[in-house]
């Protein structure tokens, strides 16, 4: 069983649909990639292991405006970021770094 999902690109808000599981885990729709994650093609078949989709709006498929009538995309990348987990901790998305040095100071 799949369910249809319309992301909105945050650069013309056109809208893209995609199906997908309806056991969903998306966390946001970004301009820009997350540093460190991998992302699959919307066509991509083991797209829901991946943390997250990189959408090219209007060359991955046909989008609508808000209302549901096709207009072309703007041909810009953004990108779905699914929530994801290190080690059983859910991280925070666009983090300033990942592996980095790390300023945790006990007195």
């Given amino acids: 069983m799949t369910v249809t999902v319309r992301y909105t690109c945050p650069h013309c808000n056109a809208v893209v649909s995609l199906e ?23 066509d991509d078949a083991d797209r829901e292991s991946a943390d997250g989709v990189a959408f090219v709006c209007g060359e991955d498929g046909p989008v609508t405006d808000l209302e549901g009538e096709p207009i072309e995309g703007c041909g810009r990348p953004f990108y779905l970021n699914f929530v994801r987990y290190e080690q059983g901790v859910e991280l925070e998305p666009n983090p300033p770094t990942y592996g980095g040095p790390r300023f945790d100071f006990e007195s």
């Fill in 20 to 42: 997908r599981p309806p056991d969903l885990a998306d966390r946001s729709v970004t301009k820009l990639r997350q540093p460190g994650w991998e992302y699959a093609e919307p």
